[in-house]
C-alpha cells in the first residue's frame, strides 16, 4: 500500500510543539465519532470540508501510556472511548501508544477518505492538549460549533 499523507497547514511546528506525521492505524482516537454536534450534521459535514480544503490544524497526538490512559477513563468516564487493549500487567506503564485528544474526527475523516498518514502536534501530555482545543475550534466556531 503507498503511503497518502493528510497534511495540514503547519509542516513542522504548531504553537510551539513539533508536527510529524504517523501511520493512521497506530493512533487511538479518544472520542467516538460525533455524527451530530449541537443538533446539526457534524462528521459528513467535516470529512467533506476536509475531502474540499485538505487539513488545517494537525491533530494533537500523545505518546502515552496505559496507565495514563485508564487514569483519564477515570475522569471523563463515557466521553472517551473505551480504552484499546494491547498491553499486559508488566508494560502498562512502558509500552506506549498514540492518542489524540483533539481531532479524533478528522482522525476518522482521514481514514474514511484513503488516507494512511496524518500530521499530528506531538503534545507532552493528555491536559495540555485538552487545553488547546480551543485554539483549534476557535476558527471554526461559526461554521461548526454555533
Same mark, same amino acid.
Given at each position: ?12 511546528? %504548531? ?11 497506530? +493512533? %487511538?482516537?479518544?472520542?467516538? @465519532? ?15 470540508? $476536509? ?7 494537525? $491533530?494533537?497526538? #500523545? ?16 466521553? @472517551? ?8 500487567? @508488566? ?5 506506549? +501508544? %498514540? ?22 502536534? #506531538?503534545?507532552?501530555? @493528555?491536559?495540555?492538549? #485538552? ?16
Amino acid at each position: 500500500m503507498s503511503k497518502n499523507v493528510l497534511k495540514s497547514k503547519f509542516e513542522k511546528e %504548531w504553537e510551539g510543539y513539533d508536527v510529524v506525521e504517523l501511520p493512521i492505524k497506530d +493512533i %487511538w482516537a479518544s472520542v467516538p @465519532i460525533a455524527e451530530t454536534l449541537l443538533g446539526r450534521p457534524f462528521f459528513e459535514n467535516l470529512k467533506k470540508d $476536509i475531502a474540499k480544503d485538505g487539513l488545517h490544524f494537525p $491533530i494533537m497526538a #500523545v505518546h502515552t501510556n496505559y496507565v495514563k490512559l485508564e487514569r483519564a477513563k477515570e475522569r471523563w468516564g463515557k466521553k @472517551i472511548r473505551e480504552l484499546p487493549f494491547w498491553h499486559n500487567e @508488566i508494560n502498562k506503564h512502558k509500552k506506549l +501508544i %498514540w492518542s489524540v485528544w483533539g481531532g479524533s474526527n478528522r482522525l476518522e475523516a482521514a481514514n474514511q477518505l484513503g488516507y494512511t498518514h496524518i500530521d499530528c502536534a #506531538v503534545l507532552p501530555n @493528555i491536559a495540555k492538549a #485538552v487545553s488547546l482545543q480551543k485554539i483549534m475550534r476557535k476558527p471554526f466556531n461559526d461554521r461548526y460549533y454555533k
